[in-house]
């Protein structure tokens, strides 16, 4: 296993970035197994964090190392601050397009990641289960598949938001700034259900999507509306509840259901 910390120039964002990126390049030696040989080109799970996050996150709060290792996939973990991946047009900071252009087309040129749309999947947790969710769909020729955990679809809250309003994680003027204009939200390329009916209404070939929240947690009603949203459209989709609320115990387990969703069994058992 290789764990790379890397800086690089965004255009996207006209500044230095950080991203973590795991590769699984040795397995390990497994006294009567066969060798198992690196699967190069590697499939690749681009994997968000969420809010007040970063690109360490996952690393420190799971055990996506040895998940990628198990299954022999390259994990990206770019960083997007609190920008729900939205791109800010106001400032030309344009996260949206990194998360779904520039940091697949950076990570492709430096490390050996396949290219093909099955072998590409993006998933996250809180903000960055709406990320991989609206990212997904808003660029469904590179992304095969979604993986979406406690997913923070606030669409419908933000648009019928006043600056009255209270709110225990940031101000009004934060949501405008990030959502753009309250009463033009729903509809908009920021809102996935309408993404999710786009597609439908095209035709469009759609991601494969996993959904899970936990019973407990206070994400619980957004994440069942939009479950419902995917029965309305018939866009065929796995969701799951079940007992956990919005922290690390739950992340992790799912996070490992999400990937033998995604990979199949592991490759090599877990040692230890």
Request: proline letters at 8%; charged letters at 20%; a negative charge.
């Amino acid at each position: 296993m290789a764990i790379f910390h890397v800086e690089y120039f965004s255009n996207a964002l006209r500044r230095v970035m950080p991203l973590t990126v795991l590769l699984p390049v040795e397995a390990p030696d497994i006294p009567g197994m066969p060798p198992q040989p690196s699967p190069i080109p590697f499939r690749t799970l681009y994997l968000l964090h969420g809010y007040s996050g970063s690109h360490r996150d996952w690393l420190h709060g799971s055990r996506i190392d040895m998940l990628s290792r198990l299954h022999r996939v390259a994990v990206v973990m770019p960083s997007s601050e609190n920008s729900f991946y939205l791109d800010d047009e106001v400032r030309g900071a344009m996260y949206g397009k990194m998360t779904g252009e520039e940091i697949v087309s950076f990570t492709r040129t430096v490390f050996p990641l396949s290219d093909k749309r099955g072998d590409t999947a993006i998933a996250g947790l809180s903000m960055g289960g709406f990320g991989a969710m609206r990212t997904g769909l808003r660029y469904p020729e590179t992304f095969g598949s979604i993986v979406a955990l406690s997913s923070a679809f606030i669409m419908d809250m933000v648009d019928a938001m006043k600056p009255e309003d209270p709110n225990p994680i940031a101000p009004y003027s934060y949501y405008r700034h990030t959502f753009g204009e309250m009463g033009q939200v729903l509809g908009s390329d920021r809102d996935p259900k309408a993404l999710a009916r786009r597609l439908v209404e095209a035709d469009a070939a759609l991601p494969r999507i996993y959904m899970a929240c936990g019973a407990e947690d206070f994400l619980i009603e957004s994440n069942r509306s939009f479950h419902a949203h995917l029965e309305t459209l018939g866009v065929p989709h796995d969701y799951t509840e079940g007992t956990g609320v919005h922290d690390w115990v739950y992340w992790d387990a799912h996070i490992e259901r999400a990937m033998e969703w995604l990979y199949g069994k592991p490759l090599v058992p877990q040692m230890g």
